[in-house]
């Protein structure tokens, strides 16, 4: 027999809380659930691998309207294999094009953190050469004398 998992077991595993996965299962994402003698919900390792399966969809920031979407193509069954595959295809070169845009934001944030690396040597090596000659430009302080009466 099939090991099954409470609605607990799976939060735990999955890092999505109680309320999402009947979140999940309500709207669609999930497939209605197995349950015990008592109502409680068990999960069965093809409900895990499905669910971990939207966890990546959901990484990749799929919108929860496509994943309903690619959901129902899924519960109608191999006729749909086509257009899940797809689906999958478009979502992938979205995902690619995404890298790319965040591999060149952290390039140029990359320089921009070694210019203000060079600029800080800078200041500091200024700052070093400037503290002799700064004494040479001090004003004395004046001091304020009492007058008395």
Known sequence: MESQLSIDEVAKRTGLTAYTLRYYERIGLIAPVGRAAGGQRRYAASDMAWIEFLLRLRTTHMPIGKMQAFAKLRGAGDSTVPDRRQMLEEHLT?????????????????????????LAQSLASDSISDEGRADEHRKPLRTRTRKTA
Do not use: F, P
């Not at 690619?96 to 060079?118: F, N, V």
């Open 94 to 118: 979205d995902v690619l094009a995404e890298i790319e845009a965040m591999r060149q934001s952290a390039d140029a944030l990359q320089a921009k953190i070694e210019h203000y690396r060079s």
